[in-house]
């Protein structure tokens, strides 16, 4: 079973532009979170959806993040215009929907997540 | 609400020898609390979970952690370390939702 794959793995920008972070998760998970670790703080949550609708987009820093999940299968998030901090590891996770039952219902599995530096 | 800290930012251990990982938590609802791992250059692995059975928790690659509602703990063991084991590892706790809060992390260096 393939994982959760995050692309790019590392972006380099200028501030002031435009980046885009692309995250596919596990085959038939309709959870996808993303979270975000800026430089020595902590791995925050940003949001979660359910298929393609946003279930709680509570730790969005501001409205230049904008994240979009067409069709329920893989996910980006764009950042428009990037600023300095903004830098920092973008990670996915997917985990199975709620009929899903089992030992590994609502186990979150991570990508290795994009690292991103804003110059 | 909740929140995790994570007692030590960096451990050094010398292989063979038990790891401590320190974790506390705070929540206002009967909690899940997991502790996951990343190796270098790789995604956040789970390595166990607790979510209201058994207070000690067994995990993969011989960790252990005990959940002590008393003390609101969760601290990581494993008995003897190997220099796999070097790597970043969090303390992760999930309330009402499917929101996870992470701990700071506390990076693992194992001594030949």
């Known amino acids: 079973e393939a994982g959760v794959t995050q692309f790019p793995s590392h972006s380099v920008i200028e501030k002031g532009q435009t980046v885009t972070l692309r995250c596919d998760p596990i085959?038939?998970?309709?959870?996808l979170y993303w979270y975000r670790r800026v430089m020595g703080k902590e791995i925050k949550f940003l949001l979660h959806?359910?298929?393609?609708?946003?279930?709680?987009e509570s730790g969005m820093p501001n409205n230049r993040f904008l994240a979009e999940r067409t069709g329920g299968t893989y996910s980006t998030l764009k950042v428009q215009p990037a600023e300095l901090e903004d830098s920092g590891v973008y990670f996915c996770a997917s985990s199975q929907g709620i009929l899903a039952g089992g030992p590994k219902y609502n186990e979150q599995f991570f990508g290795p997540g994009t690292r991103l530096t804003v110059l | 609400a909740q929140s995790v800290t994570q007692l030590d930012s960096h451990v050094s251990v010398s292989e063979g020898t038990p790891v401590l990982l320190r974790c506390n938590y705070s929540s206002s609802y009967s909690p899940s609390l997991f502790w996951y791992v990343q190796h270098p250059n790789k995604g956040l692995q789970l390595l166990l979970k607790?979510?209201?059975?058994?207070?000690l928790v067994k995990g993969i690659n011989g960790f252990e952690a005990e959940f002590k509602k008393s003390e609101t703990s969760f601290h990581l063991t494993k008995p003897s370390a190997h220099m796999s084991d070097a790597a970043e590892y969090f303390c992760?706790?999930?309330?009402?939702?499917?929101?996870?809060?992470f701990g700071g992390g506390t990076r693992v260096l194992v001594k030949p």
């Open positions: 959806f359910v298929k393609e609708s946003k279930q709680d």
């Open positions: 607790y979510t209201s059975a058994a207070t």
């Open positions: 085959s038939g998970h309709d959870n």
């Open positions: 992760v706790v999930k309330a009402a939702g499917n929101k996870l809060t």
